[in-house]
C-alpha cells in the first residue's frame, strides 16, 4: 500500500500541530545542511514556530551577514526592499550585537574556568600543607591534631601499599623457584636417559638380555 497523502491545511489539533511543525522543521534543517556541501550553495533559514520560537541556520557566517549580503545584492537580483537603509542599520546592530554576546559568554567560561582551575589549587596545596607541614604555623591543638590523622591516613596507606607490593614479589619468586625446580628434574630425567643409553652402546649384552638368557645345545660324546 501506499503512503497516504496528507491534505495541505491548517492542523486543528494543537499537538498534531507542533509534533508536525518538529518533524518538518528539522527534515528542513537537514536540507539545508546538505545543500551546500552538495552543491557549494550559501543557504539561510528563518522559521518561527506557532509559539514564536525562532530558529535560524546560516551555512555561511551568521544569519545577518546572509541579509546584509542579500541586501547589498543588484536590484534586479533583490526585489524591492522597504526602509532599506534601516534595515541595514539594524542587521549590523543585531550582528555586532551577536558577536559581543559570543564574546561576553566565552569570557565568563573562561572566567568560571579559572575560577575552578584556581580551586583545584588551593585545595591542593592545602593537602600538600597537611603532608609537608610547617610547624611554626601551627597555632591550636586542633591543626596539630588534624596535621597528625592526615599523616597517619598517609602511613597506613603506603604500609599497605607495601604489603600488596610484598605480595605480588612472593608470588612471583615462588612462580621462579617452581619453573627452576620443573627443569632441573627435566634436566636430571634427561642426564639419567643418556647415561643408560651410553652403557647400552659400551656393552650390547645389556642391550639384548634375550641372548643372555637363551638356551643353549650341549653335545656330549
Do not use: W
Not at 542579500?70 to 550582528?95: F, M, P, T
Not at 591542593?124 to 591543626?143: D, H, L, R
Request: proline share 3%; charged share 30%.
Amino acid at each position: 500500500m501506499g503512503r497516504r497523502e496528507i491534505p495541505i491545511k491548517k492542523i486543528a489539533s494543537t499537538v498534531t500541530l507542533q509534533t508536525t511543525y518538529t518533524k518538518r522543521r528539522d527534515g528542513i534543517l537537514k536540507k539545508a545542511n546538505e545543500l551546500p556541501v552538495l552543491c557549494d550553495a550559501d543557504v539561510g533559514l528563518l522559521m518561527f514556530s506557532p509559539t514564536g520560537r525562532l530558529t535560524k541556520f546560516s551555512s555561511c557566517g551568521s544569519i545577518e551577514d546572509m541579509f546584509l549580503r542579500y541586501i547589498d545584492q543588484h536590484d534586479e537580483y533583490q526585489g524591492s526592499v522597504e526602509n532599506e537603509e534601516r534595515l541595514c542599520r539594524s542587521l549590523k546592530h543585531s550582528k555586532y550585537e551577536e558577536e559581543m554576546l559570543e564574546m561576553i559568554a566565552k569570557k565568563e567560561a573562561l572566567e568560571r574556568k579559572l575560577l575552578e582551575l584556581n580551586k583545584q589549587h588551593d585545595e591542593a596545596e592545602e593537602k600538600m600543607s597537611f603532608y609537608q607541614p610547617k610547624v611554626e604555623n601551627i597555632n591550636t591543638i586542633g591543626e596539630a591534631n588534624m596535621c597528625q590523622q592526615h599523616l597517619d591516613g598517609a602511613i597506613q596507606r603506603v604500609e599497605k601499599l607495601k604489603e600488596q607490593l610484598l605480595v605480588k614479589v612472593s608470588e612471583s619468586t615462588i612462580q621462579e623457584i617452581n619453573e627452576l625446580q620443573a627443569v632441573d628434574i627435566m634436566s636430571t630425567k634427561f642426564s639419567t636417559e643418556d647415561s643408560a643409553g651410553c652403557k647400552r652402546k659400551r656393552n650390547p649384552s645389556i642391550n639384548s638380555p634375550e641372548e643372555t638368557n637363551s638356551p643353549t645345545l650341549a653335545l656330549n660324546y
